[in-house]
C-alpha cells in the first residue's frame, strides 16, 4: 500500500514539475464541483492516468485532481470523489487523501450533500460538521496498521478541528451566510433511508446523514491532518416533511447553496497559516 501511494505521489509531482506543492486538499461532493470555477487552474490531471488511482463511477462526479489558487493559496482539488456503495474498498475511497498527505497538504477541506435530520435545517442550508458518527460498515484502518502514515489507535475526540470550525461560524456572521453547525452520520447506502431509520439516526444525536466524508476524515485524522466539513442540506429528513428525494432535486438544493459553500472554504482557507 505505501509503495502504491508513493508511485502515485511520485508520478503526480513530475506532472506538475515539483513546483506546485499544495498547501491545502479539498474533496467536492456530490453538485458542489462548482467550487472550481473559482480557481487558477495550474495542472489538471485525471484520475485514470494516475497509478493506483481509484476511477470514479457516479455520473454526477468528474474524476480529476485539480491543483490551483484559491484565494491566494495553493490547493489541489479532488473534483469527484469515491463511495464505498459503489463498490470501492474503504483503502480506494481513501486514497487520495492519503496522496494529498504525501503531497504536502497541511489541512483537508470536504464537503458533501447530507439529509438534515435536525428539524430546524432548511433545505440548501449549510451545516459545519462539528462531530460525526460512523456508521458505514467498515473503515480504512482495519488490518494492519501503515506505520508511515499513523498510529495503530489514532486518538478520535476531535476530528474535526476545533479552531476551524470556530473560524467557519465567525465567517458565517460576518458574511450572513445563516450556517448552521451539528453532528453527522456516515451510512453505506446507496438507498436512502426509510422513515424509521430517519428517526433512529436523530435519535442518536445526528443532525445530518450523508454517504460520504467520514472513511476520509478517519484517513486524515490517521495522518495528523487537520480537517475541516461542511454539509450542504439537500432533503429534509424530519417526520412531515420527508419526500421522495431525486437525484435532480439533490442537485439543485445543491447547486444553490453552492455559492456560500465556496465563500466560506475559500475565506477559511484565507485564515491558515
Ligand atoms: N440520506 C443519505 N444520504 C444523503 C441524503 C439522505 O437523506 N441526502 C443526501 N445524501
Redesign the pocket.
Known amino acids: 500500500m505505501i509503495q502504491a501511494l508513493q508511485e502515485a505521489t511520485a508520478y503526480i509531482k513530475e506532472q506538475i514539475n515539483h513546483q506546485y506543492e499544495p498547501e491545502f486538499g479539498i474533496i467536492l461532493g456530490t453538485g458542489l464541483g462548482a467550487l472550481v470555477k473559482d480557481l487558477e487552474i495550474r495542472h489538471s490531471l485525471n484520475y485514470s492516468d494516475i497509478p493506483h488511482f481509484p476511477v470514479s463511477t457516479v455520473e454526477s462526479h468528474s474524476g480529476k485532481l485539480i491543483f490551483g489558487d484559491l484565494g491566494g493559496r495553493r490547493v489541489v482539488v479532488m473534483q469527484g470523489r469515491f463511495h464505498y456503495y459503489e463498490g470501492y474498498t474503504m483503502e480506494q475511497v481513501v486514497f487520495p487523501v492519503r496522496v494529498m498527505k504525501l503531497l504536502g497538504v497541511k489541512r483537508l477541506f470536504v464537503s458533501n450533500?447530507?439529509?438534515g435530520l435536525n428539524p430546524e435545517f432548511n433545505t440548501s442550508d449549510l451545516m459545519v460538521i462539528t462531530d460525526h458518527i460512523n456508521l458505514q460498515p467498515t473503515n480504512p484502518l482495519i488490518g494492519k496498521n501503515i506505520d508511515e502514515l499513523g498510529p495503530r489507535f489514532p486518538d478520535m475526540s476531535e476530528p474535526y478541528e476545533d479552531r476551524m470550525i470556530q473560524q467557519a461560524l465567525d465567517l458565517s456572521d460576518h458574511f450572513k451566510l445563516n450556517v448552521k453547525s451539528g453532528v453527522y452520520v456516515s451510512?453505506p447506502?446507496p438507498m436512502?433511508?426509510t422513515k424509521a431509520e430517519y428517526k433512529y439516526l436523530a435519535a442518536i444525536g445526528a443532525d445530518a446523514?450523508?454517504?460520504s466524508t467520514v472513511p476520509e476524515v478517519i484517513a486524515a485524522v490517521h495522518m495528523n491532518l487537520p480537517c475541516f466539513a461542511v454539509s450542504v442540506i439537500?432533503?429534509l429528513?424530519v417526520p412531515g416533511k420527508i419526500k421522495k428525494?431525486k437525484l435532480q432535486d439533490?442537485l439543485e438544493a445543491a447547486a444553490q447553496a453552492e455559492p456560500n459553500m465556496t465563500l466560506l472554504i475559500k475565506e477559511l482557507i484565507k485564515l491558515q497559516e
Request: proline share 0%.
Open positions: 450533500a447530507a439529509g451510512v447506502g436512502l433511508e446523514v450523508g454517504m439537500t432533503d429528513c428525494v439533490i
